[in-house]
């Protein structure tokens, strides 16, 4: 069974930082590229940031260009995601999404393009 869990997510300050975690089990995560999306009460689904089945290449929201940073660790399983100086319209469930042999350019491969997605974590910015 192929299965996402995020995790790393809850409640901090403006300007804090969070670290969100992918894991991914029933497959090998090396072999996919890995999507973040964001979605807040009121708003639609948010593309954040992707990065490659390999790690090389990476893309970015311009809502969070400076601020999140993607990464993977392959021989885990496991994507992360870096969030720093978190503003209060960063506040939404976040999920990871994961498919195989897709090919992107500039902008990250759009949510129909992902058949398997993880269950979301709660991410709330506030003072």
């Known amino acids: 069974q192929l299965q996402l869990v995020e995790s790393g997510g809850g409640s901090v300050q403006p300007g804090g930082s969070l670290r969100l975690s992918c894991v991914a089990s029933g497959f090998t995560l090396g072999y996919y590229v890995i999507g973040w999306f964001r979605q807040a009460p009121g708003k639609e689904r948010e593309g954040v940031s992707c990065?490659?089945?390999?790690?090389?290449?990476?893309n970015y929201a311009d809502s969070v260009k400076g601020r999140f940073t993607i990464s993977r660790d392959n021989a885990k399983n496991t994507v992360y995601l870096q969030m720093n100086s978190l503003k209060p319209e960063d506040t939404a469930i976040y999920y990871c999404?994961?498919?195989?042999?897709?090919?992107?350019?500039?902008?990250?491969?759009?949510?129909?393009?992902?058949?398997?997605w993880g269950q979301g974590t709660q991410v709330t910015v506030s003072s």
């Open positions: 999404a994961a498919r195989n042999r897709v090919t992107y350019g500039s902008s990250c491969p759009e949510a129909w393009m992902y058949p398997d």
């Open positions: 990065i490659s089945s390999s790690g090389g290449s990476t």
